[in-house]
Each structure stands twice: as structure tokens, then as C-alpha cells.
């Protein structure tokens, strides 16, 4: 009797662990587990009720042997369906061993098919061809769909439509067509507009270059030079028959995507930041006093050699009509003081003919200078990003290099031609003194004469 009431518990224990629900459900996963902890999850209402029932009951005996009899019955149909379902399974293999007989070299067929729908579908997605003949990818996975399901057979018409599609492709890969779809522009909105297809290369409309994606044509939120978007505006204005010279992209966006990610002089210049900026302003300011420097030689040379041919008449507005003066003040010196007033004389005038050109000559050399602390500093922080965040993309490497290197093509940008100018400047210099030392000599040689 006891081994009795221990099987008729264990059996109470068993229906009120299943009649449990199924889904516990509690605020937070630590309410969950204090629960857990503290045995506060409630019996479900029908294992209480069960209890309640077998303590009630006078007959315990055969409340036991009826929930026996009832598993012995569930078991037994169990049982029971498992054989069905062994019988369903082996019938349903044979049915599809049936099946793959019928179909016989459809397989071969159908398994080309699908790889041929999973290439022209990938391209489809990215053909700019698309833009001008939208649904056609969808169309094509329609059919993949329907063939990567068993219980499907396609047809012949939508076989056809695959290899018309195909065929479709490769005839307008060779046409230039306008035709009007919408487009969204750089500031966000979508407008219908005449677009034309050069091909499978390229997307223009508007004077503008555009791109095909998921998401339809859209402008390129930068735009390539000049020289590019003019022959955008050639093609769109052309004539039917008529030849334009235009920009082919002939990998499909590649060349066009790099072109609009070059800098531009001026983003090269920010690139060089705060040295840079010194740079250039060293380099302008070198500029000009070399211009205004070889003006004022080249003036004054063009003065001496005039006074040269009139050197009677001495004018005190060049250095030569300045040297003659002395020797016109001091007719009577003797050949020693004559000399010594005409080298002081000289020496007077040789400060005005070089003025400023030392300060072109430290800017030559102070600017690649400048330059090679751009690019230290530059790598530094290059340096520094790659120990924050690793050496994995080269595009941050490549960025950080080309930006150290832009201050070092400043320096040289204004270093060689204030050398050129600085040489030019000088050169002229030592020639309007020459002409000087040359008249001084003349005059000594001829005092003495007399």
C-alpha cells in the first residue's frame, strides 16, 4: 500500500510539474531569481485542485489506478502514431523518389538555371541599365524563389523571360538613351528629371553626374572638376547622330568614385594646417618684395645706363649720377682721395641695390625648414591614431601620410622659386654695382691721365 501512494505522489508530483505554466513571466531577471531562491513561484491552479482531489478522496486506490490506466493509453497512442508517421515518411520518400525520376534531365536544367539567375541578378542590382528598366531584379528572384521550392515547377515563358533579360543587357550596354526617371538631388529631395545612360558606364542629367543604387539615381554629393561636368553638358545638349567627346567611366563608377575623392587645391592647402598657413604667407610675402625688388633694380639700371651715355651731366637720382657727382665736387684730389671718396661712394650705394635680398634668401631656406616640422608633426599624429585605433585600415595611414607631406610641398613650392628669384634679384644687383666699380675705375684712371 505504501509503494502504492509513493507511485500515485511521484505520478500528482509529475501532472503538477506539467500543468505548471509554461511561460514565467517577471519584471527583471533578478525578481526571476529571487523568486527562484526564495520558492515563491505558486503551483499552477489545476495541480492545487488535483491535490485538493487525491486528499479528498476517499477511494485512493483507484484514483491511482485510473491515472495509470490513462498514461498506459497515452503511451499506447504514441506508440501507435509513431508507426503512422514511419509509414507517412517512407511513402513521402518515395514520392519525391518518383518525382526526381520524372524530372529526369530537368534537374541539370533547373540547377544552371539558378546559377544563371544568381549572377544576372547580382548584376542586375548594380547595372546602371536598371535605372532605365526598374523590377527586373525582382522579377529574377521571383523566379530563383520559386525554383528553390520542391513543390514548384517554372515555365517555360518565365525561362524565356530570363535569357530575353539577358539578351536585353547586352544590347544596351552598346546605347547612349535619355529617358526620365526621378532623382535625388544633393539637397535631400526627389524630382523627376531627364536622365541619360551612356551604356552601362555612366548616369548623367542635369549638367551632373549621378549614380544607380538601392536606393535609385541620386546626384553624387560631390561633384568632379570642371573640365568633366562640361562634357556632361555637351552630351545632354547634343543632337541625335551628333559626336560629343564625353568622360567614360569603363569601370562602372571605380575611376568616377576616386575623382570625387581627390582633394582639391584647397582642401590640399587646409590639409597642411596651421604650418602650412605660415608657409604660404611666408611665400606670398617673399613674392612680393621680389617683385617689387627686381621692378626697382630693373629701373634702376635702366637709369645707369643712361647716365652712363650722358656722364657730363651727373643726376643724383640714380647711383651712377651720384658717384659722377663726386668726382665733379672734387676736381682737383689727388688720385688716392679720389678713390677713397668714390669706393665710400660705392659703398654707399651698394646697401640700396641689396636691400631686402637676405630677407629672400632666409625664406629659401627657412621654408622647407617649416616644411619638414609640418610633416614631423603630421607623422606624430598618424602615429597616434594608428596606437588608438590600429594599423587594420590603410585608407587612415594613407590619409595621415598625405597630410604629414602636404606641408613639405608647400616648403618646396615656395622655396624654389624665391631661390630663382632671389638669384635674378641678386644677379641684377651685382650688375648695376659692377657698372659702378667699372665708371669709378674710369674716372681714377683718367684723373690720373690728366
Known amino acids: 500500500m505504501k509503494r502504492q501512494i509513493f507511485s500515485f505522489s511521484l505520478a500528482v508530483a509529475l501532472v503538477a510539474i506539467v500543468a505548471l505554466p509554461t511561460q514565467v513571466r517577471a519584471d527583471a531577471l533578478d525578481d526571476l531569481l529571487e523568486e527562484v531562491r526564495t520558492g515563491t513561484i505558486q503551483k499552477s491552479d489545476a495541480a492545487i485542485q488535483r491535490e485538493q ?15 495509470q490506466a490513462e498514461r498506459a493509453s497515452l503511451e499506447a497512442r504514441s506508440e501507435v502514431l ?42 542586375f542590382d548594380t547595372s546602371v541599365i536598371s535605372a532605365q528598366f526598374p523590377g527586373r531584379s525582382e522579377a529574377l528572384g521571383a523566379i530563383s524563389t ?26 544596351q550596354q552598346g546605347k547612349v538613351v535619355s529617358f526620365t526617371a526621378p532623382v535625388a538631388t544633393a539637397s535631400g529631395t526627389r524630382v523627376d528629371q531627364a536622365v ?94 621680389a617683385v617689387w625688388r627686381l621692378l626697382v633694380l630693373f629701373s634702376v639700371a635702366g637709369a645707369v645706363k643712361r647716365q652712363a651715355k650722358n656722364a657730363s651731366s651727373p643726376s643724383s ?57 609640418g610633416t614631423v608633426t603630421g607623422m606624430i599624429e598618424t602615429f597616434q591614431s594608428i596606437t588608438l585605433f590600429g594599423a587594420g585600415d590603410p585608407k587612415l595611414m594613407a590619409g595621415g601620410i598625405s597630410q604629414a607631406l602636404v606641408t613639405t610641398v608647400l616648403g618646396l613650392c615656395v622655396a624654389i622659386p624665391t631661390v630663382l628669384l632671389h638669384t635674378l634679384a641678386s644677379s641684377k644687383a ?3 654695382q659692377d657698372v659702378l666699380e667699372e665708371q669709378s675705375a674710369g674716372m681714377v684712371a683718367r684723373q690720373v691721365e690728366s
Open 82 to 123: 509513431e508507426d503512422q508517421f514511419t509509414v507517412n515518411d517512407e511513402e513521402l520518400n518515395g514520392l519525391r523518389n518518383d518525382k526526381e525520376t520524372a524530372l529526369g534531365d530537368l534537374n541539370d536544367l533547373f540547377g544552371s538555371l539558378q546559377q544563371v539567375l544568381g549572377e544576372a541578378q547580382a548584376n
Open 317 to 373: 637720382k640714380n647711383p651712377l649720377g651720384r658717384v659722377l657727382q663726386v668726382l665733379k665736387d672734387n676736381p682737383r684730389s689727388d688720385t688716392e682721395a679720389l678713390e677713397l671718396k668714390l669706393t665710400e661712394q660705392i659703398m654707399k650705394e651698394t646697401p640700396k641695390l641689396n636691400k631686402m635680398l637676405m630677407f629672400l634668401k632666409i625664406v629659401a631656406v627657412v621654408a622647407p625648414l617649416m616644411g619638414l616640422l
Open 146 to 171: 520559386k525554383l528553390s521550392q520542391s513543390n514548384n515547377l517554372v515555365t517555360a515563358t518565365e525561362i524565356e523571360s530570363v535569357w530575353q533579360e539577358i539578351f536585353n543587357e547586352m544590347v
Open 196 to 289: 541619360t545612360r551612356v551604356g552601362v558606364f555612366n548616369l548623367v542629367g542635369d549638367g551632373k553626374f549621378l549614380t544607380f543604387g538601392t536606393g535609385g539615381i541620386a546626384e553624387l554629393p560631390r561633384q568632379p572638376d570642371g573640365q568633366y561636368l562640361g562634357s556632361v553638358s555637351d552630351l545632354q545638349s547634343a543632337g541625335a547622330g551628333s559626336a560629343v567627346s564625353f568622360y567614360v567611366d569603363p569601370t562602372k563608377g571605380t575611376l568616377l568614385g576616386a575623382n570625387v575623392e581627390r582633394p582639391s587645391l584647397m582642401e590640399r592647402v587646409q590639409q597642411g594646417g596651421t604650418v602650412g598657413y605660415v608657409i604660404i604667407c611666408m611665400g606670398l610675402v617673399a613674392f612680393s618684395i
Open 430 to 432: 651685382k650688375q648695376v
Open 53 to 67: 482531489q487525491f486528499a479528498s478522496s476517499s477511494n485512493k486506490g483507484g484514483l491511482l489506478s485510473a491515472l
